[in-house]
Structure formats: C-alpha cells, structure tokens
C-alpha cells in the first residue's frame, strides 16, 4: 500500500460480519450494521507531548482492533474499502 498515516492516525480495514445468525437466519446486505472490527493495516509514528517528544503508538499493523460505530474517515486506497481514525478513536486490541 502506497499510503502512510501522519501522527497518532490508523488505517484499518474491517473485517466483514458473520451473514448468518447463530439459528442460521441470512441476514441481507440491507440489514446489516457495518462491522465495528477491523485489521490494523498501516500506522503513524505517534503524537507529540507537551516537551515535543513522540510517543509511538500501542497498536500495530496486524492487530485486530475494535472502534465505535461512527469512528473514523472511509477513504479508497489502491481499490480498497479503509478506515483512517485516530489511536483514540480505537476500543481495545482483541485477541
């Protein structure tokens, strides 16, 4: 990928949701909620502090994240669907 975050910014690309219900019920593409799960795919050198030192972030590329519902900017990048927020923005590393 040709695209590098500034500052304390991710790239995530999100991991598709199950279709199906656990009772095996297909849940159409008109139904679903976007996935709140997603794969680290690039990330920034980190925010600077008050004395302008840079703090590197504590996620990397690979790791599975989980983000709130109205996190970050869609972008397309080299065809794909990606999600660019800031560290902030991410819940927690799953797994």
């Known amino acids: 990928m ?3 975050p500034l500052h304390d910014r ?3 690309r999100r991991i598709e949701a199950e279709e199906k219900t656990a009772g095996g019920i297909i849940i159409p593409d008109t139904a679903k909620e976007k996935p709140q799960e997603g794969e680290i795919v690039a990330v920034g050198p980190g925010a600077r502090d008050e004395s ?3 703090v590197a972030l504590d ?8 983000f709130g519902k109205w996190s970050g900017t869609e972008v ?3 065809g ?3 999600l660019i927020m800031k560290e902030s923005d991410i ?3 799953v797994g």
């Open 91 to 93: 819940m927690g590393i």
């Open 10 to 12: 991710v790239v995530v």
């Open 80 to 82: 794909q669907d990606l």
């Open 2 to 4: 040709k695209f590098r």
């Open 76 to 78: 397309r990048v080299d």
């Open 59 to 66: 996620v990397k590329a690979g790791d599975r994240v989980l």
């Open 52 to 54: 302008g030192k840079v």
